[in-house]
Nanobody, 123 residues
């Protein structure tokens, strides 16, 4: 499956952005999906994950209550609604697809990655 993330940009603290991840090439609903992010000079970390049907979700503690992950299998697209953004949310955001049963926050469980979209939150 090929993944393309988009929707990043520059936003002021307290603002909102919605990221999208478009999938192509394989049956989208066969994959568990996740969002990860990587800030400058730091490792890539888990943000949120979602199951095949969208009924199960998982979030990093740092984004709980502010970010919402969702998917539309009919459109082969996953979303990340980001509200109440903080400067520490600044990072490149990557979407990923998994066929494994590892926990959502395990990056080595994802076999397919998009190219990333940059989010900058100004204070």
């Amino acid at each position: 499956v090929q993944l393309q993330a988009f929707g990043g940009g520059l936003v002021q603290a307290g603002g909102s952005l919605r990221l999208s991840c478009a999938a192509s090439g394989r049956t989208f609903s066969n994959y568990r999906m996740g969002w990860f992010r990587q800030a400058p000079g730091e490792e890539r970390v888990f943000v949120a994950g979602i199951g095949w049907s969208g009924s199960r979700t998982a979030y990093a503690d740092s984004v709980k209550g502010r970010f919402t992950i969702s998917r539309d299998n009919a459109k082969n697209t996953m979303y990340l609604q980001m509200n109440s953004l903080k400067p520490e949310d600044t990072a490149v955001y990557f979407c990923a697809a998994s066929t494994s049963y590892r926990d959502y926050d395990q990056s080595n469980g994802y076999g397919y990655w998009g190219q990333g979209t940059e989010v900058t939150v100004s204070s």
